[in-house]
């Protein structure tokens, strides 16, 4: 069984930052895609960033040059540094990745989520 759990939330001022981190773990034979999104009260779930097994990245408009996605293939982990925190990156933020366990097809496995909350 293939399990996605996300560390890292916690409260923050405006301008701070924090690093989320997201390990996979279980039979796992191969991760693809990696990423995060985050979902606020009243709003839908959003992407804030991929990153693809060979590293190449793609980011929301809204966290262009503030946030950073990597990861490390080591560690099945998959981290999100968040800097120059707003008071509307305020979500819980979910970890999410393309799996291929060693006895079962490639699925998108999900994390429980991590809050963020950013006060101003």
């Known amino acids: 069984q293939v399990q996605l759990v996300e560390s890292g939330g916690g409260l923050v001022q405006a301008g701070g930052s924090l690093r989320l981190s997201c390990a996979a773990s279980?039979?796992?034979?191969?991760?693809?895609?990696m990423g995060w999104y985050r979902q606020a009260p009243g709003n839908q779930r959003e992407l804030v960033a991929h990153?693809?097994?060979?590293?190449?990245?793609n980011y929301a408009d809204s966290v262009k040059g503030r946030f950073t996605i990597s990861r490390d293939n080591a560690k099945n982990t998959v981290y999100l540094q968040m800097n120059s925190l707003k008071p509307e990156d305020t979500a819980v933020y979910y970890c999410t990745a393309n799996i291929k366990p060693r006895i079962s097809y490639a699925m998108d496995y999900w994390g429980k989520g991590t809050l963020v909350t950013v006060s101003s």
């Open positions: 279980g039979s796992i034979f191969s991760i693809n895609t």
């Open positions: 990153i693809a097994s060979g590293g190449s990245t």
